[in-house]
């Protein structure tokens, strides 16, 4: 399974790491031409086809979380579980599974991805259950996941079926697999006939004090808003602001030569790890934005007033993540992901996150095969970048070879980096635990 594999590919670029210091490179942990289910026989698989409640070319990984829990009896070895979402946006039918995990056949050596927390959860048109779960957050300390549900399917069809409202559901991970919050947004918060929740970031409020989640960011893109979740009091509310949440003349996006339009708005969000500061851009924009979060967490607050450009990024990208160092985005055009060093601007320019702007951005890594149009990112404590390739620019123009003769369409990286989760507590400890 997934979990042999990582640790089998971990300890390999651990020691190359150590010994040689070679150029750092990263790790294909698993690949799909097409993706596939661990069903309950083959009867029911037939089935799903035939009532084109699994259409194959209508399914697309999208968003990753994992969860590594380090074993704390053998010091060096580390479990993994990863977790990813296959979008609805396409059609309302095809999808069977929005919420998964990801597993290796041994014997066929196969990726196939298995519902979380189990089939009944992905039952659609039952409002209870997972609808169109786009992505998720891992909280590391606690192995929370939190998982936004758009609620609608077919978003980006003429014939959306918005019989269900969008939702935040949080799962415990580690000990029940159940969900412990699911929370309905009021209409009037986010729209079940026109929204489509994207990204997910959350927010400790104070790092030094505990890992308790206080806040959620969400991007809604179709209603280009920003979505703020309160746990403590269950509570919602959003902010506008239509000059840094939309598109702009960098919405064509030019890969391998061909130029697609991407009018798609705001998207990735991340924290910083200082937790003073939300970033935000949209997949049609090469601008970054900055939002200080005490604005974002008081009901009314003036967010125009305060949203601040940081910069404009190499590229176009999708999701994006922070690291206590780095900023990791993928760089569309360049089929790329990149980093921008926070901490090396911080110091090269002398001010504070308030006033930085976007000056270093440095390649991770690139590969015009392997690394088209790079989507979901997460850092797990094991201090690895994992992230998502998918060729959504092939997918979503229905020009995607599901034959096999382009190589596989999705793959889950791994990648070592010097770095660790904004949600790495600074005195947690975890920090130890690897290279060096
Ligand atoms: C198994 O699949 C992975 C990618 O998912 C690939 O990197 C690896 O080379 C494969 N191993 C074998 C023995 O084919
Ligand atoms: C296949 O699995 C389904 C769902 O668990 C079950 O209802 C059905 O009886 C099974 N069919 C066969 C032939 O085993
Ligand atoms: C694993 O692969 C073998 C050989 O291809 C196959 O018989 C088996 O059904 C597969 N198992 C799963 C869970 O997909
Ligand atoms: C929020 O919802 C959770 C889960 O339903 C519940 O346990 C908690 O008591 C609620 N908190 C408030 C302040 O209503
Ligand atoms: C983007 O591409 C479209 C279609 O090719 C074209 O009509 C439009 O002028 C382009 N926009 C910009 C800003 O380049």
Redesign the pocket.
Known sequence: MGTQILMTSFSVVACVFLSFAPPVSGEILHEFITLDWEWPNDTTRQQYIDSGDFVPELCQISGIEVDTIRDFYSASEIRSRIFVTVPKMRSVKGVPAGLNTVHKNETSNESFLRPYPNWEWQKQGDCSALQFPMSMAMDPNTGYLYVIDVGRVGVTTSNADNSCPPKLVVFDTRRSNDAILSYVFPDSVVSATSNFLNDITLDYVDPEAGNRVRYAYITDTFDKQIVVFDFSTNTSWSFQDLNSMGTD?DR?ITIQGT?Y?MDFAVNGISLSSSFNYLYYSSVGSRKLFQVPTWVLRKEKSDFSKYVRLVGTKKSNSDAIIFGHRNLYFGALAYDAVYRWDLVEDLNLQGVSEGEVTIQTQLPLAQNWETMQWVDGMTIGFDNQLYFITERAQLFHTGTMDFSGKQGANFRIFTYPIADKSYLSLPKAGHDSVIVG
Request: proline content about 0%.
């Open positions: 003349g064509n130029t339009t």
